[in-house]
């Protein structure tokens, strides 16, 4: 049971009688906006991680535990 194309005119107009012929591409256009916006910073982020990872070296000398005296 998907989306048929009468179930997809059916939302179109919906969100016609709901939002108005003036206001939807305005609608559309912000959440493209968004989108982009939110694509950006995906794109942004991974760079930043992998600097991160790459920046922590692991040490050559093994660390010593300390010995316990008795």
Known sequence: M???TSHILLLIL???LVFGAGKLPQLMSDFAK????F????ND???AQKKI?????P????SKKP????
């Open 67 to 70: 010995k316990k005296k008795s």
């Open 39 to 42: 694509k950006k910073g995906l």
């Open 45 to 47: 982020e991974e760079p």
């Open 53 to 57: 990872v790459s920046s922590k070296k």
């Open 14 to 16: 919906v969100a016609f």
């Open 34 to 37: 968004g989108l982009k916006a």
């Open 2 to 4: 998907g989306l048929s």
């Open 59 to 62: 040490s050559k000398t093994p």
